[in-house]
């Protein structure tokens, strides 16, 4: 697929810098794949908009307050990135670095009394390996790290986004971005959901920072994927299987659990890394149904929505998103997808 055909104009104002002020308070375009129609309506109607007996698959993961600022003995400042725990104990990461010079093997990044960050190595990409000394890895993370907001909200996390760049569903710590289409479910949807016989299954996906890359190639197939860590339990593994065998719809919330199940149908493996990348003429061998949110142009996580839902319908309804001022991007507005 031509980067090209990824490509839409977007005003800089629609894009969604804070969250709405209730989670479920934006609103939702639907898409039908087989009448190929398109129409609006709001998150908080989701319940009438899903089959009875449908089951609804969310990304688990917990967002991580990621970002770390601080600085080396000579006083140079440093923000750091953490991106994948090495270790079972949170001590040992991967992670990205800027700095004003480059920061050295042994370099000690001071955050605040009693938590450290020495810099251990880095891979020929750049990226970094890193030790955090302190008595309590995640207990220091959460005093002193930042929530790792996207890069075009160009703005400081403010004390509202460790709630609200989280899902209500959150339980497995190791994200630095949120799975924003779960960002829109409340206990209240949820239970409304429940009411009707819709059924929920969890599965993890740490949302890595590669979900922002650009894609600087012309052609997709040439794009390096970013690799994610994902989990499927066998509960959930069971239930999945037992709907497709029920003939029972499965609803993806977020693009990240579609990477997930498609990446365990494909491999078989319940747990592991996926590089998956869907464009158009994929053929999804477990999603039936999905909600989303609206993705930034040029992206490989636009190129999965154009898969699932068809490219020319896809392009009707993000001119349509535009024109009627939607709010696009993390904390913007939804998609259904139907049919």
Not at 154 to 171: G, M, N
Request: hydrophobic share 45%; proline share 6%; glycine share 8%.
């Amino acid at each position: 697929m031509k980067v090209t055909e990824l490509d839409y104009a977007l005003p800089e104002e629609l894009i969604a810098t804070v969250p709405p002020p209730e989670r479920d308070a934006g609103r939702m375009m639907v898409l039908d794949r087989k009448g190929d129609t398109l129409t609006h309506d709001v998150i908080r109607s989701l319940p009438s908009r899903v089959p009875d007996g449908a089951l609804l698959v969310v990304n688990d993961t917990r967002v991580i307050p990621a970002r770390l600022r601080g600085a080396k003995a000579t006083g140079g400042r440093v923000e750091l990135l953490l991106v994948r725990a090495l270790t079972a104990d949170a001590r040992r990461w991967t992670a990205l670095g800027r700095a004003t010079k480059p920061l050295r093997d042994g370099t000690d990044v001071r955050i605040a009394d009693g938590f450290t960050v020495r810099i251990e190595g880095r891979d020929a990409s750049g990226v970094l390996t890193v030790t955090l000394v302190t008595d309590d890895p995640w207990r220091a993370l959460d005093a002193h790290g930042e929530v790792p907001l996207p890069p075009y909200m160009r703005r400081a996390p403010s004390d509202d986004d460790r709630d609200r760049y989280q899902t209500v569903f959150a339980a497995h710590p190791g994200a630095v971005a949120a799975p924003t289409a779960g960002l829109h479910l409340t206990p209240a949807l949820l239970d409304a959901l429940a009411a009707k016989g819709v059924t929920r299954a969890s599965v993890t996906l740490h949302v890595g920072p590669g979900t922002f890359s650009p894609v600087t190639v012309d052609d997709l197939d040439a794009h390096p994927m970013h690799a994610e860590w994902y989990e499927v339990s066998e509960a959930s593994a069971a239930a999945i299987t037992q709907a497709k065998r029920d003939g029972r719809p499965v609803l993806a919330v977020g693009t990240t659990v579609v990477r997930t199940l498609e990446s365990w149908a494909a491999t078989g493996a319940l747990t592991g890394d996926t590089r998956l990348l869907i464009q158009p003429g994929y053929t999804f061998r477990i999603v039936d149904a999905l909600l989303t949110n609206l993705h930034l142009p040029r992206s490989t996580l636009l190129a999965l929505v154009m898969a699932f839902a068809g490219a020319d319908l896809t392009r009707r309804a993000y001119a349509e998103a535009v024109s009627e001022r939607y709010r696009f991007f993390s904390y913007g507005d939804a998609m259904l997808i139907m049919g």
